[in-house]
């Protein structure tokens, strides 16, 4: 299994709601990543897990709340999101240690949110 | 200054032309360099790494000047199937960050 899963592929919630995206991988890998892609700009790196344990947050508001219940899974828990916040969400994972190069680097196909 | 520069384009090109796309990084720290591929709404795709001797897959020749803090895409024979937005991507250090340029956008017409 080489690949990067994400659900839901597509996602609407309002300003209220609470709602969740899932990552998961089977190869092993044990960095994972969450990075946020608006419109027509590049992905941002929002979260990096290593070893289950988070190692990077890029200031990233706590209406985001990453989770890495296992080496496999990784969650973003999304509360209070604002409009703005509509963007693709790639969940990513790579060989570690992390900076080795990015033939260990898979993306899964994203999570397309829309906050109304 | 963002951390890697790229020309956004759009670069309109025939089939058969070749094409080059540029792009610059500002950190020194930068130790791993890549060119990735995304298509309209599809997650990004590793198509190369870039190493300073130069690399050669098909008709894709990437290259990387550390002196410069430059590194180059070379697209020959340019198909309609090339047609995506290309990413210019570094590593600073050990840190598995992938710092992203802001794509250059290639459209090949027929």
């Known amino acids: 299994d080489t690949e990067v899963t994400q659900t839901p592929k597509h996602l609407v919630m309002g300003m209220t709601n609470k709602k969740s995206l899932k990552c998961e991988q089977h190869m092993g890998h044990r960095a994972m990543y969450w990075y946020k892609q608006k419109a027509k700009k590049p992905p941002e790196l929002m979260f990096v897990y290593s070893y289950e344990k988070l190692s990077i947050n890029e200031s990233v508001p706590s209406r985001f709340s990453p989770e890495c219940p296992n080496s496999s899974l990784l969650n973003l828990h999304l509360h209070a999101l604002q409009p703005e916040d509509s963007a693709l969400y790639l969940c990513a994972s790579s060989q570690d240690p992390p900076g080795q190069g990015a033939y260990g680097y898979t993306f899964g196909s994203g999570t397309r949110l829309t906050v109304v | ?110």
């Open chain 2, 1 to 110: 200054r963002k951390e890697v520069e790229q020309d956004p384009g759009p670069f309109n090109v025939p089939e058969g032309a070749t094409v080059a796309f540029n792009c610059t990084y500002s950190n020194s720290a930068s130790q791993s360099f890549f060119w990735y591929r995304q298509d309209c709404r599809k997650e990004p795709k590793l198509l190369m790494s870039v190493y300073s001797s130069g690399n050669e897959d098909g008709r894709f020749t990437a290259q990387l000047n550390r002196a410069s803090q430059y590194i180059s895409l070379l697209i020959r024979d340019s198909k309609l199937s090339d047609s995506a937005t290309y990413l210019c991507v570094v590593i600073i250090g050990n840190t598995g960050k992938l710092i992203f340029g802001q794509g250059t956008t290639l459209q090949v017409k027929p």
